[in-house]
């Protein structure tokens, strides 16, 4: 079995939830939160700095983890996904892993085509808030 750390950020301002919409495999085409593999030597902190960097540009992390769980990729394929919360910190723009970005409520990310981690993430962040 094929264990990842993984770490990702939900992104909030004013209701909304930043997403990117996938450019690359895996889910190519799909809307997810920011996010991906931790790298060796990283801390999991440090690791979701990096991917918000990368992915969508100047993100204030809380330092206390949301959200810790295990999800299915494959088959004996595992992430082990690290979710903090946080809000922008200046300019949030499309990095090179995502075809674009955008802010959404709840309501609206009801309709759309997410990837199933982030639709789990969401169910168990904000299920008694919908």
Same mark, same amino acid.
């Given at each position: 079995?094929?264990?990842?750390?993984? !770490?990702?950020?939900? #992104?909030?301002?004013? =209701?909304?939830?930043?997403?990117? /919409?996938?450019?690359?495999?895996?889910? &190519?085409?799909?809307?997810?939160?920011?996010?991906?593999?931790?790298?060796?030597?990283?801390?999991?902190?440090?690791?979701?700095?990096?991917?918000?960097?990368?992915e969508v540009g100047?993100?204030?992390?809380?330092?206390?983890? !949301?959200?810790?769980? #295990?999800?299915?990729? =494959?088959?004996?394929?595992?992430? /082990?996904?690290?979710?903090?919360?946080? &809000?922008?910190?200046?300019?949030?723009?499309?990095?090179?892993?995502?075809?674009?970005?955008g802010w959404f409520?709840?309501?609206?990310?009801?309709?759309?085509?997410?990837?199933?981690?982030?639709?789990?993430?969401?169910?168990?962040?904000?299920?008694?808030?919908?």
């Amino acid at each position: 079995m094929i264990l990842h750390d993984t !770490a990702s950020a939900v #992104i909030e301002k004013n =209701g909304k939830f930043l997403l990117v /919409k996938r450019a690359n495999k895996p889910n &190519k085409g799909y809307w997810a939160i920011p996010g991906g593999h931790v790298d060796e030597g990283e801390s999991i902190y440090q690791a979701a700095m990096r991917e918000m960097k990368e992915e969508v540009g100047d993100i204030k992390l809380d330092k206390k983890l !949301a959200l810790i769980f #295990i999800h299915d990729v =494959g088959i004996g394929h595992c992430h /082990k996904c690290h979710v903090f919360l946080g &809000k922008p910190a200046g300019k949030v723009r499309a990095g090179s892993d995502a075809a674009k970005i955008g802010w959404f409520t709840l309501e609206q990310m009801k309709k759309m085509n997410m990837t199933q981690y982030t639709v789990r993430i969401f169910n168990e962040l904000y299920l008694k808030k919908v």
